[in-house]
């Protein structure tokens, strides 16, 4: 029931449950943080497709983040041109995952070529791509990654947009409130992430605008919300209810343990020592 309730009922985190998100870093992770070998990411870019592949039907829909270099020569993992992972390896492993049938792709980074048409290898998967900048242009430090994450979190964890200075009173832009409905689409997206990039960029020195490529622009990606759900239980022949904003809960253990916290508070639970 809780694993439900956060998986399918909190969609403004892209309904992505955690055993399925697999993160890929040049350093690896740890008090000691030092610089991966080009075999140890290589390594771990085909485990994390290979887990998505065993998943088998349970998986059709890939979301693919990548921030950080590319050229024409493809990804620069390691941030030089030495150590490059093309477009061409990129689109091998999307097509070797017989039960994905959707790519979804955020491009942060410079000259992202269009996966669907540029990466030299015809994929049988529907492609829908954002990308921070069009393909003909370099990238300065942009703010897509951030803005990016604010479209699907910032109305739920009520946070202020990167456009709204720490001093003004209200968290949102012009933009933030344009894009107040409850319902994310592909063109909802591309139209929030180039009304906050045109407005990051003004008066400096470079005027980048993010590209994107989708067939359906109605498909619904997220739901663009904030609410409580209220979680029926019974226990020992007494009926009760928990009501939760559960767009504050970020993993399912977290639910769990709160949601156990609670049951405890109320006597419903014994701990023995």
């Given at each position: 029931m ?8 909190i969609?403004?985190?892209s ?5 399925n998100?697999?993160?890929v ?23 994390a497709?290979?887990?998505?592949e065993?998943?088998?039907e349970?998986?059709d829909?890939l ?19 030495q150590d ?9 492993q ?6 994905v ?11 992202p ?21 069009d393909?003909e ?11 990016l ?16 200075e ?6 949102e832009c012009?933009?933030?409130k344009?894009?107040n ?8 997206l ?8 045109r407005?990051?960029?003004?008066g ?20 663009n919300?904030?609410?409580?759900a209220n ?5 020992n022949?007494?009926e009760?209810?928990?009501?939760k ?13 709160d949601?156990?916290m ?6 419903y ?5």
């Amino acid at each position: 029931m809780v694993e439900t309730l956060i998986i399918y009922m909190i969609l403004c985190r892209s309904c992505c449950s955690e055993k399925n998100v697999h993160v890929v870093c040049p350093t690896s992770q740890g008090s000691e943080s030092k610089k991966r070998s080009k075999m140890e990411i290589d390594r771990s870019i085909k485990e994390a497709f290979q887990s998505i592949e065993d998943a088998g039907e349970a998986i059709d829909t890939l979301i693919f983040v990548y921030s950080g270099h590319h050229d024409d020569s493809g990804f620069e993992l390691l941030g030089n041109d030495q150590d490059v992972w093309s477009d061409l390896d990129l689109c091998r492993q999307i097509e070797e995952l017989h039960n994905v049938k959707r790519v979804i792709a955020f491009l942060d980074c410079c000259y992202p070529k269009k996966l669907a048409v540029d990466c030299g290898l015809r994929l049988t998967k529907k492609v829908v791509q954002f990308c921070s900048s069009d393909t003909e242009y370099q990238t300065f430090g942009t703010a897509f990654t951030t803005f990016l994450i604010q479209a699907f979190t910032r109305k739920a964890k009520d946070i202020r947009c990167l456009n709204v200075e720490e001093t003004h009173a209200d968290k949102e832009c012009v933009s933030c409130k344009e894009f107040n409905s409850d319902i994310i689409t592909f063109e909802k997206l591309a139209i929030y992430l180039e009304r906050h990039m045109r407005k990051y960029w003004e008066g400096k020195m470079y005027q980048l605008n993010p590209s994107s490529s989708f067939h359906d622009s109605a498909w619904v990606i997220a739901f663009n919300m904030r609410f409580d759900a209220n979680v029926l239980f019974k226990i020992n022949g007494k009926e009760s209810s928990i009501k939760k904003d559960i767009t504050q809960i970020n993993t399912i253990e977290e639910l769990k343990k709160d949601f156990i916290m609670e049951l405890f508070e109320r006597k419903y639970v014994n701990v023995y020592v």
